[in-house]
């Protein structure tokens, strides 16, 4: 199984403006750094929630169809699937109708089941014989969860105030409050 993405995302779920009034910084002296540590924060968020906060688009490649009936789709929240593509068992690439699937996008992982009465299509024995083509991630930055952005936020706080890992004489902690907050929102992969 190998993840790719496609077409990154375009925004952020907090923006400099929320930032910078989280921070009480009016001036534009650090909006270089604070949107650093904007990124740096989303990709915390994402990493320790297994989910994609903002729209983006991916390639997943499977070395065959599941034999369980169902691909559960990384990444959530799931917004649809472009295509579903298979190297059949002659070697030539081949696109699964999707009258011949279903998407369900309003469960924590997205999934895709052949529709009913149907089967997944024989594939070739090879690496990758599996394409599916998606776009996950919430649509807007409102549609964030408010706990992920506060944690976000509070992540943001402290690489702003704690430039360096270690200051001598003053213990660095990590922010426990952000991780409380992700928490509410961590999907936990299996093993």
């Not at 295509?83 to 895709?112: A, E, F, M, R």
């Not at 090879?126 to 952005?149: C, H, L, N, Q």
Request: include cysteine.
């Amino acid at each position: 199984m190998g993840l790719t993405v496609t077409t990154p995302a375009t925004a952020t779920p907090v923006s400099l403006a929320e930032a910078k009034a989280h921070l009480r910084v009016d001036t534009t002296d650090e909006d270089a750094l604070i949107t650093a540590l904007i990124e740096a924060a989303t990709e915390y968020a994402q990493a320790y929630t297994s989910r994609r906060l903002m729209t983006t688009v991916f390639s997943y490649t499977l070395d065959s169809f599941p034999s369980t009936g169902v691909i559960c789709l990384p990444e959530p929240p799931l917004q649809s699937v472009a295509s579903v593509t298979y190297i059949d068992t002659n070697g030539d690439s081949q696109t699964w109708s999707s009258s011949l699937y279903t998407v369900k996008t309003d469960d924590i992982l997205g999934t895709i089941r052949p529709a009913y009465n149907e089967d997944f299509p024989s594939t070739r024995d090879e690496v990758d014989a599996v394409t599916v083509s998606f776009t996950a991630g919430y649509a807007d930055a409102a549609s964030v969860p408010s706990t992920i952005k506060s944690a976000m936020l509070l992540l943001i706080g402290h690489l702003y105030e704690n430039r360096e890992s270690f200051i001598v004489g003053q213990a660095i902690n990590p922010n426990p409050s952000a991780d409380m907050l992700l928490d509410l929102n961590r999907i936990m992969k299996n093993a």
